[in-house]
């Protein structure tokens, strides 16, 4: 996100203030839901609206057009890419896309996202990606870094989730007075989820409550609602990682820069 646009969305949410207010790829687990907690009060400023804008996106490769992705900054224009696999703050320790990565998700997953953005956005809100679509070339990397299949999926002969770009890793960032360093991203604040992305814990499942406080389970909850919303299925194991339509099909691997 460049300045000028964080500029525009912190000054939008100020206004409205004011006038009276970048999976791992897990394997499914057959774990059922428990109850939609109600969102707690945001810490964040609410806004009344938020007009989208319209960023500088290069045009696809042609590998990346012909497997039908999309950029993700020309479906939610006020979204924060932040793609931790693009740096070493993740689980790995490495960067393992180049840094000029940008975020792909199949096609499919456009509307889906454009409206769970706008059911965001209308709280005063956005969307921050963590990850898409990941080569499969990467999924083996990080098998061979944590091999174990509980937590990260073991590479088949095949893509889905997020190797087909079907699935996105995301959370929500908002404005915040005296926002923790560690989560500061893009000139907003990431609300508290309880853990981080790539979280080996029972806390990192997505209806934990033993270690995560209400703020951050109705935090957990106020983000899935808005993914329901778009179409997207929760994963019970990750509290970030959501499937969209045809995630699980098996499909040919994809050879597709991120870039």
């Known amino acids: 996100m460049t300045t000028g646009r964080r500029g525009f969305l912190i000054a939008a ?3 409205a203030g004011g006038a009276g207010c970048g999976g791992r790829g897990r394997r499914s687990a057959a774990l059922g839901p428990s109850p939609e ?3 707690a009060t945001p810490s964040v400023s609410p806004a009344a609206t938020m007009t989208p804008l319209s960023p500088e996106v ?13 950029d993700v900054r020309t479906v939610v224009p006020d979204g924060i890419i932040d793609l931790r696999y693009a740096t070493s703050n993740n689980f790995t320790g490495a960067p ?8 792909l998700v199949h096609e499919t997953l456009a509307p889906g996202l454009a409206t769970a953005a706008g059911v965001l956005r209308s709280q005063g809100v956005v969307l921050v990606f963590w990850d898409g679509y990941r080569p499969h070339e990467v999924q083996v990397k990080m098998f ?3 091999s174990n ?3 990260v999926a073991r590479p088949g002969p095949y893509a889905r989730s997020h190797e087909s770009g079907r699935s996105v890793d995301v959370t929500i960032a908002g404005v915040q007075e005296q926002c923790p360093p560690e989560r500061q991203v893009g000139g907003f604040c990431l609300l508290d989820m309880g853990t981080d992305l790539d979280d080996f814990s029972p806390r990192g499942m997505a ?3 033993d270690g995560v406080s209400a703020e951050a389970q109705a935090n957990r909850a106020r983000l899935r609602k808005a993914m329901m919303a778009g179409g997207f299925t929760p994963y019970s194991g990750e509290w970030w990682h959501f499937d969209g339509p ?14």
């Not at 393992?96 to 975020?103: F, G």
């Not at 045809?246 to 870039?259: F, K, N």
């Open 13 to 15: 949410l100020a206004v």
């Open 37 to 39: 907690l109600s969102p």
């Open 58 to 70: 290069p045009p696809l490769s042609d590998a990346a057009r012909s497997a039908g992705f999309v």
């Open 96 to 103: 393992l896309y180049p840094p000029d990565a940008r975020c």
């Open 144 to 146: 061979e870094v944590v």
């Open 149 to 151: 299949p509980a937590w």
């Open 207 to 209: 209806y934990a409550t």
């Open 246 to 259: 045809g995630a699980s099909i098996e499909r040919p691997i994809l050879d597709v820069p991120v870039v």
